[in-house]
């Protein structure tokens, strides 16, 4: 069966600093790959979704990236975080006519 | 701008009533749909999925969708206590050869016991 890991679990990061999350997922090749995030008291945001290793398509233009190295894992990162970009982010992946999450990394940057 | 309307509620309903939580999507063009259900603190998980015109049944939840009106709906029967979360409606984005869903902004369901 398939699962996806994130982690961390639980991030706090001082604004201005570095982030990066991983996202992998078992059991399956060439998934379709997508990271989202979930605001305080608002709606799930696509943020990149990626259709094989090094292609990265990019929803809302902001200071995050994403990086696919490999056919089961996806990154994302940022070079400097703002106050704007805590929230609960979400790896997902597309099965058959299905898209499930991972478990999500809950940020906060002060 | 696709988008996929939901009350945010919350909606309260008396353990083993029926609740009844609503959706409508602009794109027409759409043909799949999706309700995943978040607990506090917690990822979205699926639930039910709804490709065709009419209802579809798995255990005590209910899906139906009408593509003529744009509306999809879930029905918990037999609500419990533990059906208490936000429901999430996902619609399946029409045109190009990639998956992407558009969720709503939740519905969130209290279950009082």
């Known amino acids: 069966s398939q699962t996806i890991h994130q982690w961390p679990a639980t991030l706090v990061q001082p604004v201005g600093s570095p982030l990066s999350l991983e996202c992998t997922v078992e059991g399956t090749s060439n998934p379709n790959l997508y990271w989202y995030r979930q605001a305080a008291g608002r709606g799930l945001q696509l943020l990149f979704y990626?259709?094989?290793?090094?292609?990265i398509s990019s929803e809302v233009p902001q200071n995050l990236s994403a990086s696919r190295p490999q056919d089961r894992q996806f990154i994302l990162s940022s070079k400097k975080l703002l106050l704007s970009d805590s929230g609960f982010y979400l790896c997902?992946?597309?099965?058959?006519?299905?898209?499930?999450f991972g478990p999500g990394t809950r940020l906060l940057v002060l | 701008q696709k988008e996929v309307e939901q009350n945010s509620g919350p909606l309260s309903v008396p353990e083993g009533a029926i609740a009844s939580l609503n959706c409508t999507y602009s794109?027409?063009?759409?043909?799949?749909f999706f309700w995943y259900r978040q607990y506090s603190g917690k990822s979205p998980e699926l639930i039910m999925f709804i490709y065709s015109n009419g209802d579809k049944e798995d255990g005590r939840f209910t899906a139906q969708l009408n593509k003529a009106s744009q509306y999809v709906s879930l029905l918990i029967r037999d609500s419990q206590p533990s059906d208490s979360a936000t429901y999430l409606c996902?619609?399946?984005?029409?045109?190009?050869?990639?998956?992407?869903?558009?969720f709503g902004k939740g519905t969130l369901l209290t279950v009082n016991p």
């Open positions: 997902a992946w597309t099965g058959k006519e299905t898209q499930y």
């Open positions: 794109d027409r063009g759409s043909q799949s």
């Open positions: 990626s259709v094989g290793i090094g292609q």
């Open positions: 996902a619609v399946r984005d029409s045109g190009g050869s990639n998956y992407k869903l558009t």
